[in-house]
Nanobody, 126 residues
Framework: QVQLVESGGGVVQAGGSLRLSCAAT????????GGWFRQAPGKEREFVSA????????RYADSVKGRFTISRDNARNTVYLQMDSLKPEDTAVYYC???????????????????WGQGTQVTVSS
């Protein structure tokens, strides 16, 4: 099965940047859509972004569109989230996920993810 490990979180001032990485072991990301989710204190888990396997079609939550960029390197079994112009509202634990069970149109809406990382903390100060 697939195991996902996130890295790249940390503390940054508002307006700064971070790049998160999600490395997969056990299986490749072949035919797996990849996604990022986040959970802020006191809030429900929120969909952030997704990317499909071959055509690299992407989708972003309105709250991050224009500031975050998702990408993937299938040869390295890694999905990235470049986070620019960070805001305090972006503070959360960020989780990467993979979807191997459902078509891309489902994954792009944030559904069907069956593999999850343990999360990496992102803190944005004012």
């Amino acid at each position: 099965q697939v195991q996902l490990v996130e890295s790249g979180g940390g503390v940054v001032q508002a307006g700064g940047s971070l790049r998160l990485s999600c490395a997969a072991t056990g299986r490749t990301f072949s035919s797996h859509a990849g996604g990022w989710f986040r959970q802020a204190p006191g809030k429900e888990r929120e969909f952030v972004s997704a990317i499909t396997w071959s055509r690299r079609v992407t989708r972003y939550a309105d709250s991050v569109k224009g500031r975050f960029t998702i990408s993937r390197d299938n040869a390295r079994n890694t999905v990235y989230l470049q986070m620019d112009s960070l805001k305090p509202e972006d503070t959360a634990v960020y989780y990467c996920a993979a979807n191997s069970r459902y078509p891309d149109y489902v994954a792009l809406t944030g559904g069907g993810y069956n593999y999850w990382g343990q999360g990496t903390q992102v803190t944005v100060s004012s």
